[in-house]
Nanobody, 111 residues
């Protein structure tokens, strides 16, 4: 059974960078689309980016040009490189295969 585990969150100043990782155990090769979502305090969970098994990629408009999603099927890992971070990026970030979710990793952008 597939399991997902996020890591890489932390506290960063505005303008800084973080790289989130999502370790996929149980067969990433069977997963067509992997996505990142985030949930800020008091707000609904929102989609951030997704990547397909053939490299199809899309981002929500507010992160385009700042975030980069990638996947490495050999290591069963999905990444989210986040640059030029803003306070409004503060949230718990989750990865999902559309059915299962990880426990999330906290990203806090603050001076």
């Amino acid at each position: 059974q597939v399991q997902l585990a996020e890591s890489g969150g932390g506290l960063v100043q505005p303008g800084g960078s973080l790289r989130l990782s999502c370790a996929v155990s149980g067969g990433i090769e069977n997963i067509i689309i992997m996505s990142w979502y985030r949930q800020a305090p008091g707000k609904q969970r929102e989609w951030v980016a997704h990547i397909g098994d053939e490299g199809e990629i899309d981002y929500r408009s507010s992160v385009k040009g700042r975030f980069t999603i990638s996947r490495d099927d050999a290591t069963e890992t999905v990444y989210l490189q986040m640059n030029s971070l803003k306070p409004e990026d503060t949230a718990i970030y989750y990865c999902t295969d559309g059915l299962l979710w990880g426990h999330g990793t906290q990203v806090t952008v603050s001076s």
